[in-house]
């Protein structure tokens, strides 16, 4: 993955104005856990306008779904829906030309309440970029255990070591 790479995908939704949060490695990365990460994971609000906005952005960019699917496809919430029942459908992959070494996950389905989640996101800035949002350490810590691969098993211990702050009416550390 190239930190450019990175960049230029962040500063193009930015700049649509698109609603999203770093998930993934690249979270586990701004939580202070440096760790090797083959790709960009992003949650974006699945609404018809952002969705659009963020396919146009990307497009901008080079990226193009590995699958043949339109914005206009993936914003309905029933296609998904059939996507993530009959195909076991998680993310859908973009990729580029001139992005090589970066493809894009985005997830099919929010796994989280995103107007809540965004609204407590914490922004972290990025060199050469500035303010990105990036999912909140409970958020992640439940995304990695609910996703149970080795890599998330790996990353959970790591992130369980960190301090949490307490949540009224939530989970306590």
């Given amino acids: 993955m190239k930190a450019s790479s990175v960049r230029a995908i962040f500063s193009a939704l930015q700049e649509r104005g698109v609603n999203f949060l770093v998930v993934g490695g690249l979270a586990v990365n701004a939580y202070g856990l440096l760790r090797f990460t083959k790709d960009a994971d992003l949650v974006v609000e699945l ?17 193009r779904p590995k699958v043949p699917i339109t914005s206009s496809q993936f914003a309905n919430a029933e296609l998904r829906g059939q996507w993530i029942r009959e195909k076991g459908m998680r993310v859908l992959q973009f990729w580029s030309d001139a ?14 309440d995103f107007p809540t ?12 970029l500035g303010p990105v949002a990036y999912v909140t350490l409970a958020t992640l810590i439940a995304m990695k255990e609910v996703a149970g691969r080795d890599q998330d098993l790996i990353d959970l211990k790591h992130l369980r ?10 989970p306590k550390t």
């Fill in 47 to 63: 609404v018809p306008d952002n969705i659009e906005r963020a396919f146009a952005a990307l497009a901008n960019l080079g990226y």
């Fill in 161 to 170: 070591s960190l301090s949490l702050p307490p949540f009224k009416n939530g």
């Fill in 117 to 128: 989640e965004i609204a407590h996101a914490p922004v972290k800035e990025m060199s050469g």
């Fill in 99 to 112: 992005h090589r070494e970066t493809p894009i996950d985005v997830f099919v389905e929010v796994p989280f």
